[in-house]
């Protein structure tokens, strides 16, 4: 039996019918189908496309587990125009440096040789930047979960931003990670690549104002027409309980649907809220009192502007050090 007939028969034994789904609205795997266009992400998607037109160096895509960070890397991706860009996606970057370097050039389809060295390696990516650009397509490779890449990774990828091909093109390099890597670009052995990232942004959990229409969103992407309704306080209890992270929202609303389907029901309340809280051992808060998600947003904000003064500061040294000679 193939994934997708088992993914089928799973649905229809948690949806089976009274709730005219014909698709799990909340499942935790990322699908740009169900991609929400927030106010954090619709800022990064418009930043990404400024630094792939006017920048050189790295961007990078930072926050907390469940913000979304692999549904957007999707969706920058599929919005790129295969006509102006050659895109490639590496996923999980634990290898060393040999072995990421032949898989970043098998995402861009070039068959790495046996026995390739390092060097070799690079050199055929720097052909390869060299040849799109001339062709005029520029070339960009998106590196998800790059929190787990090794400080050697880290300086290829910085060293990698520092060459040009002859025509002045680079490849683009676009980290999207949680914000551990974020913490580990402030110790001053980083401060090389912290010097090449030109582009940075903090995805934020959603705001209490999101929560309703994100919901509504991913509902009427698996087929609802509106015949599913979470009550206000409902919602709210939803925010109190996930500070705005979309996988807990995720959680918590798919177990919410499973009880309403069982119930005959199609209004999701407060009390069916309380009840998924109870069961799955998610803590909940007084509306108005902050979670401690929430608390941790003051940290969040205190790092990326800690981050972007660096970033700053490191640019206006080598401006001032490129006048003097």
Request: charged letters at 25%; a positive charge.
């Amino acid at each position: 039996m193939q994934a997708s007939e088992l993914q089928e028969i799973a649905f229809r034994f948690r949806y089976p019918g009274h709730l005219a789904l014909k698709a799990r609205p909340f499942r935790l795997t990322p699908d740009p189908a169900f991609y929400f266009d927030s106010r954090t992400h619709s800022e990064a998607l418009r930043r990404l496309q400024s630094f792939l037109h006017r920048e050189d160096g790295l961007a990078l895509i930072y926050g907390d587990v469940g913000t979304g960070k692999t549904l957007l890397c999707k969706r920058f991706l599929e919005g790129l125009d295969g006509k102006a860009f050659n895109a490639g996606l590496i996923l999980n970057p634990v290898m060393s440096a040999k072995e990421f370097l032949a898989e970043v050039l098998r995402v861009f389809d070039i068959a790495p040789r046996s026995h390739s060295t390092k060097a070799t390696m690079f050199e055929r990516l720097r052909s390869l930047v060299e040849t799109e650009g001339e062709r005029g397509k520029q070339s960009v490779l998106a590196i998800d979960e790059a929190q787990l890449l090794s400080d050697e990774l880290l300086d290829l990828l910085a060293r990698h931003a520092d060459s040009k091909d002859k025509g002045g093109s680079s490849l683009r390099v676009v980290l999207f990670a949680q914000e551990e890597l974020a913490a580990r670009l402030v110790d001053r052995r980083m401060r090389h690549l912290r010097r090449r990232i030109t582009m940075t942004h903090c995805l934020r959990p959603l705001s209490p104002d999101e929560i309703g229409p994100y919901i509504t969103h991913r509902l009427a992407a698996a087929g609802s027409h509106n015949l599913i309704g979470f009550s206000q306080d409902a919602l709210e209890g939803i925010y109190c309980a996930s500070g705005g992270h979309a996988r807990i929202v995720n959680i918590v609303s798919d177990r919410c649907l499973f009880l309403l389907n069982g119930r005959s029901r199609t209004t999701v309340t407060r009390r069916i809220v309380g009840q998924v809280l109870r069961e799955e051992g998610i803590p909940t808060f007084p509306k108005g009192k902050a979670s401690p998600n929430g608390r941790l947003r003051i940290l969040r904000l205190a790092l990326a502007g800690v981050i972007s003064a660096l970033i700053i500061s490191g640019s206006l040294i080598m401006l001032r050090l490129a006048a003097v000679f």
